[in-house]
C-alpha cells in the first residue's frame, strides 16, 4: 500500500522555552527539521493533524512531505518527545533525506502464522518477541513501511535470528554490520510455563526461596551448638 503523509508547516523565528509553552498553549507544535546538507529549521505544526497521523503505524518509519510556507520538503520523523502522561506531543525532530544518500530508519516487524506456526499449533508452545522494529538502512526509495516475519515452520525450541529476517532489495540490517556477535533473537517458540516453574509467592509479597527455613533453623542450631561449647569452657575454666 503507498502512503502518502504531507503535513503543514510554519516557519518560525522565535526560539526557546517560553515560545515553545507559547505555541503548545496554542494548540501548536514545535519541531524542528535539519540535515540534507541545509541549515536547520524551525517549525510548527498543528497539534491535531500530528495527532491524526500518529495514529497510523506507517508515519513513523515513512517518507514525510513538510510543506513549509509552500515549499515541499521529504523527510523522516527521527524523534518525537511526548508528555509524560497527557495525550500530547511535545516537540517533534525532522530529518531531511536525499534522494542519493541512505538512511537509516528502524522499522516496525509484522509476524504471521503466529497461531498456525507448528511449535504452537502442534506442539502447544507460545511464542516469544524480542524485537517488535528493527534499525534498517538504505536509499530512500526502498524505505519498506514495515518487514514481515513468517514463524509457520518453527518448532518448538526454535528461533529466528536477525540473519534470518528477509528484508526487501536494496535494504541491509544495521546490527548485522557489527559482526557475528550481533545476530541477535527476534523469535522464538517456548514452552509454557507450567504451575510447578511458577514462582512461589508468600503473603506479603515476596518471592519464597526454597529451603530457606531449613537453613535459617540449621543456623539456629549451629548458634546453639556454638553457645553451648563456649558455656562449657567457662565452666571448666
Same mark, same amino acid.
Given at each position: ?7 503543514? +508547516? ?7 522555552? /517560553? ?28 497539534? #491535531? +493533524? $500530528?495527532?491524526? /497521523?500518529? =495514529? /497510523? ?23 518525537? =518527545? ?6 500530547? $506531543? ?20 509484522? !509476524?504471521?502464522?503466529?497461531? @498456525?506456526? @507448528? ?11 524480542? !524485537? ?13 513501511? !514495515? ?19 528477509? $528484508? ?16 541477535? @533473537? ?21 518471592? +519464597? ?13 549451629? #548458634? ?6 563456649? #558455656? ?6
Amino acid at each position: 500500500m503507498n502512503l502518502d503523509f504531507t503535513l503543514i +508547516a510554519e516557519a518560525r523565528s522565535e526560539r526557546g522555552k /517560553n515560545e515553545s509553552r507559547r505555541l503548545r498553549k496554542m494548540g501548536k507544535i514545535p519541531a524542528i527539521i535539519y540535515g540534507g546538507g541545509e541549515e536547520p529549521a524551525s517549525v510548527t505544526f498543528e497539534h #491535531s +493533524a $500530528v495527532i491524526n /497521523n500518529l =495514529q /497510523n503505524e506507517a508515519f513513523y518509519s515513512h517518507i514525510l512531505t513538510i510543506d513549509v510556507d509552500g515549499k515541499p520538503q521529504k523527510v523522516i520523523l527521527r524523534d518525537l =518527545q511526548r508528555h509524560p502522561y497527557k495525550p500530547t $506531543v511535545l516537540h517533534m525532530d525532522l530529518l531531511r533525506v536525499r534522494a542519493d544518500t541512505e538512511i537509516n530508519v528502524h522499522v516496525p516487524l509484522h !509476524f504471521l502464522n503466529e497461531d @498456525t506456526a @507448528t511449535g504452537v499449533k502442534l506442539e502447544g508452545g507460545v511464542v516469544s518477541h524480542n !524485537f517488535t522494529e528493527i534499525e534498517i538502512s538504505c536509499l530512500p526509495k526502498h524505505l519498506p513501511e !514495515f518487514i514481515e516475519v513468517d514463524v509457520q515452520e518453527l518448532k518448538l525450541g526454535e528461533s529466528l535470528h536477525l540473519s534470518n529476517i528477509k $528484508v526487501p532489495e536494496g535494504v541491509t540490517i544495521v546490527e548485522l554490520a557489527h559482526g557475528e556477535g550481533h545476530d541477535h @533473537t527476534v523469535v522464538s517458540i517456548h514452552a509454557k510455563r507450567t504451575a510447578e516453574e511458577e514462582p512461589v509467592v508468600s503473603e506479603t509479597g515476596e518471592e +519464597a526461596v526454597e529451603g530457606a527455613e531449613g537453613a535459617e533453623g540449621a543456623e539456629g542450631a549451629e #548458634s546453639k551448638d556454638e553457645d553451648d561449647k563456649k #558455656s562449657s569452657g567457662d565452666d571448666s575454666s
